[in-house]
């Protein structure tokens, strides 16, 4: 891309410390200001579009280090200010500095066995009303088959929740949805996806999962003879 040419390496992206991305108002006395400088520089919502657009595709291709920083990016991509402009500058200068890493799927010395149980993992997790100016989460997650990434989010929740219990909650089912795809697409190939296994840090949401797997699951248990 011709933007990385013209600037420096960094070696991370810098983005959530950045409260303007945050939802935080700009005082009115900045914006001429600003629009100035952006109008100098060049800087259009079109050229914003295409900056991001580039960015997605990494992102989706093989760069889930960059998730979180450009799905906070994308929420203003029809008005954005100076302050997305150069964050979005700062994240082609962080893969700048590390073109050179990616996702690699090596080839095992053997074909794999399609009756062995392939482990499926998903680590997922959740801020808590991250976004000053709607008060939603953002949910976060990686499933990974025989410790390989296969998949990974980063995306604001639809709803606003009252604590961060409910938003891991939140996060907790969006994730199992996409980890039932990956243990249906694995077995529609042939392959055993054995028991899917799912990790988060917070521990009154892994409780009240838990509970309701038990409550769903008793039932059947009394019917059996």
């Known amino acids: 891309h011709s933007v990385l040419s013209e600037i420096p390496p960094a070696h991370y992206p810098e983005i959530a410390a950045n409260n303007l991305l945050r939802g935080v108002v700009i005082a009115e006395n900045k914006k001429a200001e600003e629009q100035a400088e952006m109008q100098e520089a060049g800087y259009t919502p079109a050229l914003y579009r295409q900056w991001i657009g580039s960015l997605l595709y990494a992102t989706v291709m093989t760069r889930p280090d960059i998730a979180h920083a450009i799905q906070l990016l994308t929420r203003d991509i029809v008005a954005p200010t100076l302050a997305h402009f150069k964050a979005t500058r700062r ?16 080839l095992p010395a053997e074909p794999p066995s399609t009756s062995l149980p392939l482990v499926v993992h998903a680590y997922v997790d959740s801020d808590f009303a991250g976004d000053h100016r709607s008060s939603r989460s953002t949910t976060g ?16 929740q639809p709803y606003v929740t009252t604590s961060s219990c409910a938003a891991e909650f939140v996060a907790m089912s969006v994730t199992e949805l996409d980890v039932c795809f990956f243990v249906e697409l694995l077995k529609s190939i042939g392959f055993n996806p054995g028991v899917p296994t799912l990790s988060n840090d917070n521990e009154a949401a892994v409780h009240i999962v838990t509970l309701s797997l038990i409550h769903i699951s008793e039932p059947t248990r009394q019917r059996q003879p």
């Open 141 to 156: 997650a990686v499933i990974s088959v025989n410790q390989h990434i296969v998949h990974w989010i980063s995306k604001q």
């Open 91 to 106: 994240v082609f200068q962080y893969l700048k500095a590390t073109r050179d890493r990616g996702l690699k799927y090596a």
